[in-house]
Nanobody
Framework: QVQLVESGGGSVQAGGSLRLSCEAS?????MAWFRQAPGKEREGVAG????????YYADSVNGRFTISRDNGGNTVYLHMTFLKPEDTGIYYC?????????????????WGQGTQVTVSS
């Protein structure tokens, strides 16, 4: 099993920045961030596979968010800048051994508890 613990969520005004962290108990090749806004389906935000050989971003965050990885791949960050109210939601860290997972939620086996991000206008 892989345990994932997120931190760094909070409230910020539009245009601000926030950095989320995810600590994994065991190295897994493929990790990603997902988010879920009230009344909406969970969506993929950003993914990082291996030690950064491949990254994936949702079109809605591309250019504003950056995913990175260190500590032997066991720590994953999501650096969010130029935040918008529509970025509000619960952000989940996820991991999978499936190298074809990309940002498909159903292909991820392990999930963190989530951390709330609220962006006010």
């Amino acid at each position: 099993q892989v345990q994932l613990v997120e931190s760094g969520g909070g409230s910020v005004q539009a245009g601000g920045s926030l950095r989320l962290s995810c600590e994994a108990s065991t190295y897994t090749c493929c990790m990603a961030w997902f988010r879920q806004a009230p009344g909406k389906e969970r969506e993929g935000v950003a993914g990082i596979f291996s030690l950064g050989d491949r990254t994936y971003y949702a079109d809605s965050v591309n250019g504003r968010f950056t995913i990175s990885r260190d500590n032997g791949g066991n720590t994953v960050y999501l650096h969010m800048t130029f935040l918008k109210p529509e970025d509000t939601g619960i952000y989940y860290c996820a991991a999978t051994p499936d190298r074809s997972a990309r940002l498909v939620a159903e292909r991820y086996n392990y999930w963190g508890q989530g951390t709330q991000v609220t962006v006010s206008s």
